[in-house]
């Protein structure tokens, strides 16, 4: 079946880092842009980054612009976001979906996105 599966979610320090994973099955991942979304207790979700089917021009929030880092491994047909210097404001559910166009859609537009997974927990405290 066409699944996403996010995982490296956890409990770090302001500061510290974390890389989230996206696991695809049932589809290529170099077929479908890659978005990673968030969504903190009581706030809509919100678009954080994307990568296209090339696996090129990432896009980035602007509050995690030089600090969050999007990419992808065909191989292991994963998408990861790599995030570094973390703020308690970044504390919140992550997901990964998939978009089967192959090119980021304006942040806006979350149903431009056909399958999403399940979400994992990222909490920053100290």
């Known amino acids: 079946q066409l699944q996403l599966v996010e995982s490296g979610g956890g409990l770090v320090q302001p500061g510290g880092s974390l890389r989230l994973s996206c696991a695809a099955s049932?589809?290529?991942?170099?077929?479908?842009?890659i978005g990673w979304f968030r969504q903190a207790p009581g706030k809509e979700r919100e678009a954080v980054s994307c990568i296209n089917s090339g696996g090129r021009t990432p896009n980035y929030a602007d509050s995690v612009k030089g600090r969050f880092t999007i990419s992808r491994d065909i191989h292991n047909n994963t998408a990861y976001l790599q995030m570094n210097s973390l703020k308690p404001a970044d504390t919140a559910v992550y997901y990964c979906?998939?978009?089967?166009?192959?090119?980021?859609?304006?942040?806006?537009?979350?149903?431009?996105?056909?399958?999403w997974g399940q979400g994992t927990q990222v909490t920053v405290s100290s």
């Open positions: 979906a998939a978009e089967g166009l192959g090119g980021c859609p304006p942040a806006i537009h979350i149903a431009s996105y056909e399958y």
């Open positions: 049932g589809f290529r991942l170099d077929y479908y842009a």
